[in-house]
């Protein structure tokens, strides 16, 4: 059974820096993309950025020049580097996998982590 674990979250002030975590693992055949997702109390999930199996990222304009997503393929694990945080980037931030899982006819799905809160303090 496929399953994503985000790990890093946390409390920091304005201008501080942290590094999120997730691992994928349970039965997978491949991984297309995988990426971060957020959501702030009263808005709506938004995506903060994306990686496919080539490295070709995708990023929300709010995060460019920011946050940078890498994942180690060797270890089904992405990584968001977030550098200069702002007190509006406090959300749940959700980890997302787009892949192929190692079950008969290899059938793909998206999979969602638990998320892990990031609080940033003005």
């Known amino acids: 059974q496929v399953q994503l674990v985000e790990s890093g979250g946390g409390l920091v002030q304005a201008g501080e820096s942290l590094r999120l975590s997730c691992a994928a693992s349970g039965g997978i055949y491949s991984i297309l993309s995988m990426g971060w997702y957020r959501q702030a109390p009263g808005n709506e999930r938004e995506l903060v950025a994306t990686i496919d199996s080539g490295s070709n990222t995708n990023y929300a304009d709010s995060v460019v020049g920011r946050f940078t997503i890498s994942r180690d393929n060797a270890k089904n694990t992405v990584y968001l580097q977030m550098n200069r945080l702002k007190p509006e980037d406090t959300a749940v931030y959700y980890c997302?996998?787009?892949?192929?899982?190692?079950?008969?006819?290899?059938?793909?799905?998206?999979?969602w982590g638990r998320g892990t809160q990031v609080t940033v303090s003005s």
């Open positions: 997302n996998a787009d892949l192929h899982s190692r079950t008969k006819s290899y059938p793909r799905g998206i999979y």
